[in-house]
Structures are given as structure tokens and as C-alpha cells.
């Protein structure tokens, strides 16, 4: 190869290589995607597993990480007790909350936000948030998670716990997988 074509080649390979990469359609998807709607009907799990973790908390899966290659994970939350996690930041995901039943009370960062059925809020990853049920009865949440991350196989170890783990206990699950526990969970009369 002569001089000026390899320098040619190099050049086109160089200024190529990083466009390719931008261009939407000539990514090549490492995990594939499901190209088929998927009906998950109320009080079902899409994955048939729905997950019971202390307290009478139920998590059954509406749209798990493998429908949508991990960028998205989707759960209804169900929960029989007043109460909910300790305060954490998640370090790669945003978490979407909406109240189906019940009363809830969630802090993002310095705000503090009482939610209702039909209201919902927005938590960004790397703000510490903390939610509790606060009403009597049962509540229940659509909670999104977005990129997936590593939630669905967190909240799969929290359901093998079997009871209330301590804050020892759980500072290293949620270091497992992408938190950091940041303080006790709210207080809820």
C-alpha cells in the first residue's frame, strides 16, 4: 500500500470509527429487545416469581429489565404496613413514584412531598430520597426505575431475608448493587 492511500485509509478509519458510533441506526443492540406487548393483568407478576418480602410488602413485576434490554424496570408495590426503606441514593438510576391507594410521604433531597392516589414524584439518581406508607390499610405504588440497574436483583435479596433485616444487614445489599444507605427510614406514627 502506498503512502498516501494508508494515510488516506487511516484517516477515514479514524474519522469513521466515532460517527458510526453516534449514528442511531447503526448500533447493534447487545441484548435483545421483546418486539411483542406483553398484558400483565391486575395482581399478576409478569415474570410469574411476584416477590414477598417482610411486613407483608408485595412486588410483583409489570415490566421487567428483560422486556426492555435493562432500561427500564417497572413494579407495583404493595404494602400491608405503615412504613417503607431507609434513606439511599441510587447512583445510576432515576426512581418514578405513583400512588395507586394510600398515603405516602417521600423526601427528595431537602423536599418533602405527602402524595395521594393518582399523584406521583420524580427522584433523580445521586439525590438522597426516602419514602414510607402513611396511611391505614393497604397502599400501593407504581415505582419505575430507569435504567433497570441492578433493582430487580436487589429486591430479589431482600425478599430471601425472610424478616426486617437490621441496617447492618442492609447496608451491604444496597452497596451490592449500586446505593448507599444513607440514614433510618421516616418515622411514621
Do not use: N
Request: net charge negative; glycine share 12%; charged share 20%.
Amino acid at each position: 500500500m502506498r503512502l498516501i492511500e494508508r494515510r488516506a485509509f487511516l484517516l477515514t478509519a479514524l474519522v469513521a470509527a466515532p460517527l458510526a458510533s453516534c449514528a442511531p441506526g447503526l448500533r447493534i443492540p447487545l441484548v435483545q429487545r421483546r418486539r411483542a406487548g406483553s398484558l400483565v393483568r391486575a395482581g399478576q407478576d409478569r415474570t410469574g416469581r411476584p416477590r414477598h418480602v417482610f411486613g407483608g410488602l408485595r412486588i410483583d413485576a409489570k415490566v421487567p429489565p428483560s422486556d426492555t434490554a435493562g432500561d427500564l424496570y417497572v413494579i407495583e408495590h404493595t404494602d400491608e404496613a405503615k412504613g417503607g426503606p431507609p434513606r439511599h441514593v441510587h447512583h445510576a438510576q432515576d426512581e418514578w413514584f405513583y400512588v395507586l391507594e394510600g398515603a405516602y410521604r417521600v423526601d427528595v433531597g431537602e423536599e418533602r412531598f405527602d402524595l395521594g392516589p393518582g399523584d406521583s414524584v420524580f427522584a433523580p439518581r445521586e439525590v438522597p430520597h426516602v419514602w414510607a406508607h402513611v396511611s391505614e390499610g393497604e397502599g400501593r405504588l407504581i415505582i419505575a426505575f430507569q435504567p433497570a440497574g441492578q433493582m430487580e436483583s436487589f429486591l430479589g435479596g431482600l425478599a430471601e431475608m425472610g424478616s426486617a433485616p437490621s441496617p447492618e444487614m442492609m447496608a451491604p445489599l444496597f452497596a451490592s448493587h449500586g446505593m448507599t444507605m444513607l440514614g433510618p427510614p421516616l418515622p411514621v406514627v
